[in-house]
């Protein structure tokens, strides 16, 4: 299994260019992180990778498959999960699960043990044999998922599966997707809810305007870290910036407030840590001294800011595989 | 392709459909309405031997008019409005291909019509009791009312896989079945008036005496409506291509003994060129009156020709639309939405 790679992949609707030119490779055996800004083409390249839209140019391949060849061989290898699940809304959350399995070939008595498994895997055991038009939304985004399971795929395609999750169903879905990854399998899944898909995410393909963009130069870009002195208040807060700002040698007025806390920025995790042994070292009573934003939350907001002109690296213009 | 998958997707909507009060109150009121056109049909053909006859060919008439009136709703939008629920791409992406999923649904559309006929059915068992139908008869008309049921629910699917949008989807159904029950009787009627020329009445004068005179021709001229040049357009009618195709019986006069024969004497009747009429006095039988039974002999029947046009359109529309419902889609059209 190569898991899942795309080449100069573009999709237009008329005149919008939903994806321009997508070169990226997700790995066996991984969990990669699809982000991107609203409107960014992420479900669109998710249709493609699902084999339900084909792309004007450029290839994809799921394992060694090609979907728009062969769409019938690559959906037996890949599973989707879309953002909204379409509920056949007269039907029970068991029989939505055996209908799919059958679907997918598999006899009736085997349909019905698998949406057993399925069902409690997911926590709708309860819910079983409700009709799919009584669950709430995050019930439905379990239901979704078992179905997209149901044939126990190589390749999982999930578009924003935690919207709508409670924290323990998230937590859940995150344990899940790791024992997947880890039995080889690839996973792929969209979401702007940066901070949850840092936890679970091994890779992360970032697209912009349709583009896959380099994240290297945003990753370098300057870093706000948050920085709170024990016992630290909104009235203590210009005392403890001075204090800091001394420390470090740099001019009071260039470090920000964050909830009574003091954010400085470096350009890199050395200087943090050295900026870390001179407070230390000079006595002040360190309590907090984290990132103010979550890795891919930085490389995703300073992406959107660089943007402005048409991206050019080298990882998103193949065009020997176009 | 996969029978399997087929049926699967079949039985998904029909379980749907099964499960909503809405589909039975719709049955109910069917019967309610074949109970009191059974009454008025046994009334109707009371005066002849074959009561029976009419009675089934009334009640097998109703069920072709139910299944037109109310099948483009049920079939309309059974692919676009999948599309809408987000459920179509459900299946797209599963093992089931393209054709199973078009065939499902037409399996469905098909058995959703069916299930008028089969309410029909104590309906039609009990006009048989009135005795007089022919077993010939029987065959022919529920075979011909299945293909009907077939067409129309091939049109319905058709045209919800073509056009985005439900609500266009079923309004495009009812305009094509329309066009078919409604619009050919249009024409023709239309048609046939607008079309009009001269036509020439000869009869035997009399004499003073009141004598008639065999050897001369009186002629009187005037203008008819020439129907004989568009009755063709009646041939796709679907009441007419069940009324044609089915065989008449004829009474002791020569008269048919039911609706079908009926239908279809009006329409054989219409292929007569009206231009000459000869009331010969003196031929002792006055002329050429000639017996429904005559008329139907000498006339052409029509009824594969309508069909074959019917087959045409639905065939065209499914067509259609299983180039659309492909994956992985290339067009689409504007304004729909993979999932």
Request: negative net charge.
């Amino acid at each position: 299994m190569s898991g899942i790679i795309a080449e100069g992949v573009t999709r237009s609707f008329g005149e919008v260019h939903a994806v321009r030119h997508a070169s990226f490779h997700a790995r066996a055996g991984r969990v990669t992180g699809l982000v991107g800004p609203n409107g960014a083409g992420k479900t669109t390249l998710l249709l493609m990778l699902a084999s339900l839209l084909a792309p004007d140019t450029g290839s994809i391949r799921i394992g060694d498959i090609d979907p728009v060849a062969e769409p019938l061989a690559a959906r037996r290898l890949l599973g989707w999960m879309p953002d909204a699940l379409g509920a056949w809304p007269s039907l029970t959350a068991r029989e939505t699960i055996t209908t799919t399995a059958r679907l997918y070939d598999m006899s009736t008595p085997d349909a019905a043990a698998r949406a057993t498994e399925l069902l409690a895997l997911v926590g709708l055991q309860e819910l079983a044999d409700a009709p799919a038009k009584v669950l709430s939304r995050g019930q439905k985004q379990k239901l979704g998922l078992a179905r997209a399971l149901v044939h126990d795929p190589q390749v999982l395609l999930l578009d924003e599966p935690a919207s709508g999750l409670d924290p323990q169903a998230r937590v859940h879905l995150r344990l899940l997707l790791r024992d997947f990854a880890s039995q080889g399998r690839t996973v792929l899944i969209s979401s702007h809810i940066l901070s949850e898909l840092e936890e679970v995410v091994d890779d992360a393909v970032f697209l912009v305007a349709g583009s896959v963009v380099d994240a290297a130069p945003a990753q370098s870009a300057t870093r706000a870290w948050r920085v709170r002195l024990a016992g630290a208040t909104d009235e203590r807060f210009s005392a403890d910036a001075w204090q800091v700002a001394s420390t470090l040698g740099i001019p009071v007025e260039s470090v920000g407030a964050d909830r009574g806390a003091v954010l400085v920025g470096f350009p890199g995790e050395d200087a943090a840590a050295a900026a870390l042994r001179l407070l230390v070292e000079a006595r002040l009573a360190v309590a907090e001294f984290a990132p103010a934003q979550s890795a891919l939350e930085h490389t995703f907001l300073n992406l959107r800011s660089a943007t402005a002109s048409p991206p050019a690296h080298p990882s998103s213009e193949t065009e020997a595989g176009a | 392709m996969s029978a399997a998958h087929i049926a699967t997707i079949a039985r998904l909507e029909l379980t749907q459909r099964l499960r909503s009060v809405g589909w039975y109150i719709l049955l109910g009121v069917f019967a309610l309405l074949l109970v009191g056109i059974t009454a008025l049909a046994f009334m109707v053909y009371s005066w002849g031997d074959a009561m029976g006859a009419g009675v089934y060919s009334i009640i097998v008439n109703v069920v072709l008019l139910l299944v037109v009136l109310v099948s483009p709703t049920l079939s309309g939008n059974a692919i676009n409005g999948d599309r809408e629920a987000a459920t179509l791409a459900a299946i797209q992406v599963t093992a089931a291909s393209t054709g199973d999923i078009m065939l499902g649904k037409l399996l469905a559309a098909i058995a959703t019509g069916g299930a008028f006929l089969l309410v029909a059915l104590p309906f039609l068992a009990i006009g048989l009791l009135g005795g007089g139908a022919n077993a010939l008869v029987l065959l022919v008309s529920l075979l011909i009312l299945a293909v009907e049921i077939v067409i129309v629910a091939t049109i319905g699917v058709g045209l919800s896989g073509i056009i985005a949008r439900p609500l266009f989807s079923v309004a495009a159904t009812y305009l094509v079945v329309a066009a078919l029950t409604i619009g050919t009787l249009i024409v023709f009627g239309l048609g046939g008036a607008a079309l009009r020329s001269e036509a020439t009445s000869y009869s035997r004068p009399y004499d003073t005496n009141g004598e008639v005179n065999c050897d001369e021709w009186e002629t009187y001229t005037y203008e008819v409506p020439r129907f004989d040049r568009v009755w063709w357009v009646l041939a796709a009618n679907p009441f007419v291509v069940l009324a044609d195709a089915t065989p008449t019986e004829f009474n002791d006069d020569g008269y048919p003994v039911d609706m079908f024969g009926q239908i279809k004497l009006g329409v054989r009747a219409a292929q007569q060129s009206p231009v000459e009429q000869r009331w010969d006095e003196c031929a002792g039988n006055y002329g050429d009156m000639r017996t429904p039974e005559e008329i139907m002999e000498g006339t052409v029947p029509s009824w594969f020709v309508g069909l074959g046009i019917q087959i045409l359109i639905a065939g065209g529309l499914f067509a259609g639309a299983w180039s659309r419902t492909r994956t992985p889609a290339r067009r689409l059209p504007p304004g729909t939405r993979i999932a």
